[in-house]
């Protein structure tokens, strides 16, 4: 089992920058981000994988958010960048230890079994 915790959230105008972080209690192979706004559903944002150091992201977030990863901490970091109004959600932080053909799955919120409790981001215009 591992624990996820979330923090960096905030409250940023267009065009700002946020850290996300995601700290595991251990080590764990499969992370992803997840966000979800008002009345939407959760989706993907981008997907890490620690033994290859392999990333992915959505297609609406390429180019503006990144992901590193401080093996020492066990923590992942959401690099967000050009934040938009449109990018206003909770975020959440998820992963799992075995995540078959992960690079076709990794936006696939029911993939994973560890979540965190998630941190709010708010961009205002």
């Known amino acids: 089992q591992v624990h996820l915790v979330e923090s960096g959230g905030g409250s940023v105008q267009a065009g700002g920058s946020l850290r996300l972080s995601c700290a595991a209690s251990?080590?764990?192979?499969?992370v992803g981000w997840f966000r979800q706004a008002p009345g939407k559903e959760r989706e993907g944002v981008a997907g890490?994988?620690?033994?290859?150091?392999?990333?992915y992201y959505t297609d609406s977030v390429k180019g503006r958010f990144a992901l590193s990863h401080d093996n020492a901490k066990n923590t992942l970091y959401l690099h967000l960048n050009s934040l938009r109004p449109e990018d206003t959600a909770m975020f959440y932080c998820?992963?799992?230890?075995?995540?078959?053909?992960?690079?076709?799955?990794?936006?696939?919120?029911?993939?994973?079994?560890?979540w965190g409790q998630g941190t709010q981001v708010t961009v205002s215009s």
């Open positions: 890490f994988q620690r033994s290859t150091g392999t990333t």
């Open positions: 251990g080590y764990i192979d499969y």
């Open positions: 998820a992963a799992d230890f075995s995540i078959l053909n992960y690079g076709s799955n990794w936006y696939q919120r029911y993939k994973y079994n560890y």
